[in-house]
């Protein structure tokens, strides 16, 4: 089985910055494409960015120029650096991977996987 799990959410003033974490674990043979995913009240979940194992990242119009993926593939870890946040940033956001696992008779294909979810509310 495959855990992602979040952390690095929390209460921020407006212009403020905050750092996202996201860690798979489990029985992992391999990770493709990492994201970050956020939902607001009343709205749709919606892609803030992603990355893929080589390192391209892509980036919502929203947050361009504001916030920045990266990822330690050796760590099986994904980060979310958000810089002059605004209350329009407020969320749950989630991590979101494609991850190939061990079974007993070898290796699955990707599969999706979700973390539980980290709240960040920027509000002064």
């Known amino acids: 089985q495959v855990q992602l799990v979040e952390s690095g959410g929390g209460l921020v003033q407006p212009g403020g910055s905050l750092r996202l974490s996201c860690a798979a674990s489990?029985?992992?043979?391999?990770?493709?494409?990492m994201g970050w995913y956020r939902q607001a009240p009343e709205k749709q979940r919606e892609l803030v960015a992603s990355?893929?194992?080589?390192?391209?990242?892509n980036y919502a119009d929203s947050v361009k120029g504001r916030f920045t993926i990266s990822r330690d593939n050796a760590k099986n870890t994904a980060y979310l650096q958000m810089n002059s946040l605004k209350p329009e940033d407020t969320a749950v956001y989630y991590c979101?991977?494609?991850?190939?696992?061990?079974?007993?008779?070898?290796?699955?294909?990707?599969?999706?996987?979700w973390g539980q979810g980290t709240q960040v509310t920027v509000s002064s």
């Open positions: 979101n991977a494609d991850i190939a696992i061990y079974y007993r008779d070898g290796v699955s294909s990707l599969r999706n996987y």
């Open positions: 489990g029985s992992i043979f391999s990770i493709g494409t």
């Open positions: 990355i893929i194992s080589g390192g391209t990242t």
